[in-house]
């Protein structure tokens, strides 16, 4: 397949936008003392190897897809991949791989179905899709509204010009977590808020993925994790990994979206190496979480889980 | 805070301004290039993209920092309406009627001490202290635009719809960002705010 067959111009039309898709990037890092969130794709990972497998730069706009896929109708010649999320991919109706470059002709209709394993899928297009931006990102920002509004049946998308060639592949391993999640941890700056039980509760009780979760944030249910009574926190910066209790002892973990600075305590942050699990998690999947160093080590001992 | 960020905890607000101000002067010199975000708040500032911890401790706690000048910045007037859910509590744990709640934090005079949580969102002191409100137990999971609450001694004005956990005394009007225009934020660090009591 000669590249310049994918140097001609393409629209992407939706024909169904799916619950939740959404066009990412790296986002807006830089900006976040004007309270602009960070943004971008909410699995990196994910994000960077659909680029790679179509030949375009990792941080290249994709689509970010929420549970149940999206379906596009394709004007010209790309070359598709999809990562993250397990789900069905169909063009014209025929299954087609997951996890590789795939050539859609023009005309073709893409489905990409429901997930049946992780919450969200990454669609690259050879060339990147193209929406206006603003403050240096396409990325859509739930929590600020900065960036194009989630997409709708009948819009159409430009694609960019298209500047690589896929890589020929037929398999890019990314491990998609099935079951319980297992998130390494660095503790602090404020886990002297926690009572003592409360810091052992961290990493010994099971917690669930709520319903509530969302781009900003995975709300944690079931167990309680007692604050110390100390008054109240000035607002101070946030990460994304923060762990924040909220003064009913409920977690949240910050994800891409998230608020720029908050109040209440954080008591520990989510590794990088676990943020591909956490944008993954659907609701009522099961979380726990163990220390590391903070080179990456593991630091419980064999008995964090026995409690 | 994590793999890759460094919290800083100082005295008080003078402070933060101060090593702030500083910060970006040698960041502007080229200082510790990995920086991604450096975030003021009320007693702490956040260095996001930290790659080598040990050296930045070391110059933080080596260097000389001078007082930053406070800069009068322009004075932006904000329409409220004091009819917001909270402002029963607000007005219980002042211990005074809800009319008298509105009026006493409309007197007062407000700056923006820094930005944060969300797009045009500032941090608005000038309420005395013995004033200060404990947040909710709960964020609320919407709190609308434009609504005005309190946290500490601190007003803010929700720019748009989001979560919240401030004690929402009231609501304005008032158009707090707008990326069409430069800069979007109507509320930026150093200006004087007053609440117009439109109830």
């Known amino acids: 397949m000669a590249g310049s067959g994918l140097a001609r111009s393409c629209l992407v039309t939706v024909e169904r936008p799916g619950l939740l898709t959404t066009v990412q990037d790296a986002g807006r890092p830089g900006l976040a003392h004007l309270g602009v969130p960070r943004s971008g794709a909410l699995d990196p990972a994910a994000h960077r190897l659909a680029n790679r497998l179509v030949g375009n730069p990792e941080t290249s706009p994709v689509l970010e897809t929420t549970l149940d896929g999206v379906t596009l109708r394709f004007s010209g010649p790309a070359a598709v991949a999809v990562t993250g999320a397990v789900a069905p991919l169909r063009l014209d109706g025929r299954h087609v791989g997951w996890g590789v470059p795939v050539l859609v002709r023009p005309g073709q209709v893409l489905d990409l179905g429901r997930a049946t394993s992780g919450v969200r899928c990454y669609l690259a297009v050879s060339g990147g899709f193209a929406p206006p931006g603003v403050l240096g990102s396409v990325a859509t920002d739930l929590l600020s509204g900065l960036g194009p509004p989630p997409l709708a049946a009948g819009q159409t998308l430009p694609v960019g010009a298209a500047s690589g060639y896929p890589a020929p592949v037929d398999l890019a391993p990314y491990g998609i977590p099935s079951g319980e999640v297992e998130l390494p941890i660095h503790r602090g700056p404020r886990d002297s808020w926690l009572t003592s039980a409360g810091r052992s509760t961290l990493t010994t009780a099971a917690f669930t993925v709520a319903t509530a979760s969302n781009r900003i944030g995975l709300r944690l249910a079931g167990a309680s994790v007692g604050q110390a009574a100390r008054g109240e926190l000035p607002s101070e910066g946030l990460v994304w990994g923060a762990i924040q209790v909220l003064p009913d002892g409920g977690l949240v973990i910050f994800l891409a979206d998230h608020p720029t600075t908050g109040g209440y305590p954080v008591i520990a942050v989510v590794d990088p190496a676990g943020f591909s699990a956490c944008a993954q998690a659907a609701p009522g999947t099961t979380v726990r979480f163990h220390t590391v160093h903070s080179d990456g080590r593991a630091r419980d001992g064999p008995s964090r889980r026995g409690g | ?199």
Do not use: N
């Not at chain 2, 960020?5 to 502007?28: C, K, P, T």
């Not at chain 2, 944060?116 to 941090?123: D, E, K």
């Open chain 2, 1 to 199: 805070m994590g793999r890759s960020a460094l919290l800083v905890e100082l005295g008080d607000l003078a402070d933060v301004l101060s090593l702030h101000a500083e910060i970006e002067r040698r960041r502007a010199l080229g200082w510790a290039p990995s920086l991604t975000d450096v975030i003021p708040a009320a007693r702490t500032i956040l260095l996001d993209g930290v790659t080598d911890r040990a050296a930045i401790e070391q110059d933080l706690r080596g260097w000389t920092v001078p007082p930053a000048a406070v800069r009068d910045g322009p004075v932006v007037e904000i329409p409220c309406s004091y009819t917001g859910p909270d402002l029963a509590a607000v007005a219980a744990a002042w211990r005074v009627s809800e009319r008298e709640a509105a009026l006493t934090h409309a007197r007062a005079e407000y700056r923006v001490a820094f930005c944060g949580f969300a797009p045009g969102f500032a941090y608005l002191t000038g309420l005395r202290e013995e004033l200060a409100v404990s947040r909710r137990p709960s964020p609320r999971t919407a709190v609308p635009p434009g609504s005005v609450g309190l946290a500490g001694t601190y007003t803010g004005v929700y720019p748009r719809s989001s979560p919240g956990g401030w004690q929402i005394i009231g609501s304005t009007g008032a158009c707090l960002w707008d990326p069409g225009k430069e800069p979007p934020a109507l509320l930026t660090p150093g200006t004087r705010v007053r609440f117009v009591d439109v109830t």
